[in-house]
């Protein structure tokens, strides 16, 4: 257990609206990830951050946007929620200051988007 | 950009057969990780293959990296009911910094 805390853990909501998830780490870790996960794609980076402030887009950028204001934190929003982005999302973390490439996962949000 | 194909998509088994998982990579990678999700779960860490032709083992779970790097396996022998999950292999190609590039996993069923 690498202290990762996401919320919510479940969302329904409708077409157009923002929503914002939160991952909350506690152990200082430098690396965060998004990822969502869809049957038959694995799972896809959204964005990324490494360090305060410092984030990068993943290989399926478009609809979101994150933010890290403080280490502990990295927040993805959906400005405005379509039904594509309906899915499941996994927080991760790098571990140490050096990033060894090992992932820990959150235990995920599940988002509907009617 | 880089892709990580994975096959089978889905694999039934008897309890007890072997069960083998491919994974190939459109580019050369610095190092391949593998995963295991329990159905409901999160992916969990498995481990990492960082050199050429490197095998390792865990237990009934052995795990090759290519030659050329860019491909890999993870075999299972005499399969349990515990095995049940999807195996992710997930790959890092040069100062990627954490940027794995995952396949889409392989779905294993264990029929007791």
């Known amino acids: 257990d690498a202290g990762i805390t996401q919320s919510p853990r479940h969302k329904v909501t409708e077409t157009g609206t923002p929503v914002t998830l939160r991952c909350h780490q506690t152990e200082n870790h430098r690396y965060m990830y998004w990822y969502r996960q869809d049957p038959g794609h694995g799972l896809r980076l959204i964005h990324y951050?490494?360090?305060?402030?410092?984030?990068d887009k993943g290989e399926v950028s478009d609809g979101y946007s994150v933010s890290r204001s403080k280490t502990e934190d990295f927040l993805l929003t959906l400005e405005s929620a379509t039904s594509s982005q309906t899915s499941v999302y996994f927080c991760?973390?790098?571990?140490?200051?050096?990033?060894?490439?090992?992932?820990?996962f959150g235990e995920g949000s599940r988002l509907t988007v009617l | 950009g880089q892709q990580v194909m994975q096959i089978p998509q889905y694999q039934h088994v008897q309890e007890g057969e072997d069960f083998t998982t491919y994974c190939n990579s459109s580019?050369?990678?610095?190092?391949i990780q593998w995963y295991k999700q329990r159905p409901g779960g999160h992916p969990v860490f498995l481990i990492q293959l960082v050199k050429s032709g490197e095998v390792k083992k865990q237990k009934r779970l052995t795990f090759q990296f290519g030659e050329a790097k860019k491909n890999s396996s993870l075999h299972i022998t005499a399969t349990q009911t515990t095995d049940v999950g999807t195996y992710f292999c997930?790959?890092?190609?040069?100062?990627?910094?954490?940027?794995?590039?995952f396949g889409q996993g392989t779905i294993l069923t264990v029929h007791p």
């Open positions: 991760a973390i790098s571990a140490g200051l050096i990033n060894t490439g090992e992932l820990f």
């Open positions: 951050s490494y360090g305060v402030k410092d984030t």
């Open positions: 997930a790959g890092q190609g040069g100062t990627s910094y954490g940027k794995l590039t």
């Open positions: 580019t050369t990678l610095s190092n």
